[in-house]
T-cell receptor, first 113, second 111 residues
């Protein structure tokens, strides 16, 4: 298996622009997680899907953030409008059942100018 | 609330040394505990997953132990190599849908 695949790997955008991050989980995994990593706050869970259904989005910072999982093999995290404080590395991870072994993608490094 | 602490925050050792990384957690009602490695600019790589019913797991030169009652786990690395240099993180599930991560231990193995 190719592992969890994220795109883009790097994104540089200007404040106010829309950003869409994409994730393909490992085939057969039914849980998908979006995390954000910064030096100040470490790894933070943004949202978690189980069987394509959002279970907990309490970590989503504000309404500017939204996430979808239209099918078992694809998820997006959208920020609109983006702000400089959104600059971070965004990771997607998947597992088979929510307490199973967690596998991470390589991350999408976002810089908002 | 589950809090995960890793000590030390940074560790530097000469090549060939055996070393231990520590992870502690406040809520012992965990399903499992997972150790990860993160290289600079990379994602997290799963090293070992210990189920709550297990006391330890081994993979090559790595051995992870779990003591739920005391809220502790250790990652033992035998015969360290420069290629082991990375940040090591432990994580435990919390509230069924959230993995709580420690801040990590940054390991440097000097040739």
């Amino acid at each position: 298996d190719a592992g969890v695949i994220q795109s883009p790997r790097h994104e540089v955008t200007e404040m106010g622009q829309e950003v869409t991050l994409r994730c393909k989980p490992i085939s057969g995994h039914n849980s998908l997680f979006w995390y954000r990593q910064t030096m100040m706050r470490g790894l933070e869970l943004l949202i978690y899907f189980n069987n394509n259904v959002p279970i907990d989005d309490s970590g989503m910072p504000e309404d500017r953030f939204s996430a979808k999982m239209p099918n078992a093999s694809f998820s997006t995290l959208k920020i609109q409008p983006s702000e400089p404080r959104d600059s971070a590395v965004y990771f997607c991870a998947s597992s088979f059942e929510y307490t199973g072994e967690l596998f991470f993608g390589e991350g999408s490094r976002l810089t908002v100018l | 609330k589950q809090e995960v602490t890793q000590i030390p925050a940074a560790l530097s050792v000469p090549e060939g040394e055996n070393l231990v990384l520590n992870c502690s957690f406040t809520d012992s009602a965990i399903y499992n505990l997972q150790w990860f490695r993160q290289d600079p600019g990379k994602g997290l790589t799963s090293l070992l997953l210990i189920q709550s019913s297990q006391r330890e797991q081994t993979s090559g030169r790595l051995n992870a132990s779990l003591d739920k009652s005391s809220g502790r786990s250790t990652l033992y690395i035998a015969a360290s190599q420069p290629g082991d240099s990375a940040t090591y993180l432990c994580a435990v599930p919390y509230n069924n849908n959230d993995m709580r991560f420690g801040a990590g231990t940054r390991l440097t193995v000097k040739p």
